[in-house]
């Protein structure tokens, strides 16, 4: 890890039960725990002296008395949300697997199981190599701490039938939840996949989630993540990809909700001729800060990448976009493309945009641009003039400009649903500033 100075943080109950948890691990499984207890220990809560987190202050995460993960309550009914309406939805609450709640079918060849029970029998592949818990301080405290999650796994050239939904609930003052998911998609298979993040009340916790996919060679994924927690919440997550030969990857970042959230999307192309996606939408309001750090690596050749990234500040808001693409040597004829582009509608909102590419290949196609507006008088004039009222107007012009992204996503229940939630958001934060008619 790179940090440079860490802050004093009150996490001892939350290490000691990591210490715990690995002492009653499976030994293969208990020195990777302790190797990432290590790592976090040395690594500590960073400042914004660390160049990877200089634009987000984790002082609240590091002054905040935290406790472990309790089990979160029973759910019955209902009450919980779907974004896709046919789906085999999984609920995790405080990051264990409620098997009352889940639904485990999502078609020949898909399997669907708790991620502690695959453990407890031996190794798994691909588990704790596709992140980066070495690198980053809350993917190595995830790794010290999770008590359970979900291991779907996608057999070769299997097709899933339905998309596969994991609902994450978190719930419980002063805790940290660590859920923990591994995604295997084997040879030539395809799955959808939707990762819903939400909170049960508005209590104060530290969410820190680690999400690893394994595409292996011809296989197709499409995965969306939203994270619509309490306003009153801490996200600090990572999201892990490598990709095959001739394999698909498409994902759709959502973030709505935290006060403080931060994801690092980490997509590792270890294959000729990949096809990849990794876009975004982001609202921020109030004060929130929502941090999104990404980094895709081009290792071999043939790859074709695609990222627009488009972000909404308002109020006292601040957004972070840290953009990197590396083409390695031997990435000769990749084709790469970045967009960033926030819209600005406060004047005391704040953007920080980062793009970076590094090329060491001679023969490709690589372009990154970022911009910054503010919405224009003139198609506001316009809709005024046809009676439309001024908030509304602000929030379809918004909507315009994230819709861009959302259209992309091809699950029409999931597209719609995140829709007509940031459409209400627009126009209920245009409400609240008082720039109704």
């Known amino acids: 890890m790179t940090a440079t100075k860490t802050f004093e943080s009150k996490l001892d109950a939350v290490l000691a039960a990591g210490d715990q948890t690995a002492a009653q691990s499976p030994a293969w499984l208990a ?3 302790r190797l990432a207890l290590d790592a976090f220990r040395a690594a500590g809560v960073p400042t914004m002296k660390d160049e990877e987190w200089k634009y987000t202050s984790l002082r609240t995460v590091a002054e905040t008395e935290w406790s472990p993960a309790e089990p979160g309550p029973a759910w019955f009914g209902d009450e919980l949300p779907r974004l896709a309406k046919d789906s085999a939805r999984v609920v995790v609450v405080n990051g264990q697997l409620d098997r009352n709640q889940s639904e485990f079918d999502a078609g020949k060849g898909v ?6 029970d695959a453990l407890v029998q031996g190794p798994v592949d691909q588990f704790g190599d596709v992140s980066r818990p070495g690198s980053h301080p809350f993917a190595a405290l995830n790794t010290a701490t999770f008590t359970d999650g979900v291991l779907v ?3 070769a050239m299997a097709e899933a039938d339905r998309p596969v939904e994991i609902l994450h609930v978190t719930s419980g003052e002063g805790q940290v939840v660590a859920p923990r998911v591994l995604i295997v998609v084997e040879k030539g298979a395809k799955v959808q996949v939707v990762e819903h993040y939400v909170s049960h009340g508005d209590a104060t916790n530290l969410t820190i989630p680690v999400t690893e996919v394994s595409v292996a060679e011809n296989a197709q994924v499409e995965h969306v993540r939203v994270q619509d927690e309490a306003p009153t919440g801490h996200h600090i997550g990572m999201w892990a990809t490598h990709q095959a030969q001739d394999s698909t990857y498409e994902s759709y970042n959502i973030a709505f909700g935290g006060a403080l959230a931060r994801l690092d999307q980490d997509i590792w192309i270890g294959g000729r001729h990949t096809t990849t996606r990794l876009d975004g939408v982001v609202l921020a309001r109030g004060g929130q800060v929502i941090d999104n750090h990404t980094r895709l690596d081009h290792a071999l050749p043939d790859g074709t990448s695609f990222e627009i990234y488009k972000q909404i500040v308002d109020d006292r808001a601040t957004v972070v976009f840290n953009g990197k693409i590396f083409v390695h040597q031997d990435a000769q004829k990749t084709d790469a493309k970045q967009t960033n582009q926030a819209l600005l509608l406060s004047p005391q909102a704040t953007i920080n945009s980062k793009p970076q590419l590094e090329i060491f290949a001679d023969d490709v196609k690589c372009t990154h641009g970022a911009t910054v507006g503010q919405l224009e008088d003139d198609p506001l004039f316009y809709m005024r003039s ?16 994230a819709a861009e992204v959302l259209e992309l996503i091809t699950m029409a229940d999931v597209r719609e649903s995140l829709e007509k939630t940031l ?15």
């Open 153 to 155: 796994r996608v057999s």
């Open 423 to 437: 459409f209400a958001r627009l126009a209920e934060g245009r409400a609240e500033l008082g720039q109704q008619d």
């Open 111 to 116: 399997r669907i199981e708790s991620l502690r």
């Open 31 to 33: 020195e990777k725990r």
């Open 386 to 401: 046809r009676g439309i009222p001024q908030k509304q107007a602000e929030a379809v012009l918004v909507y315009a400009f």
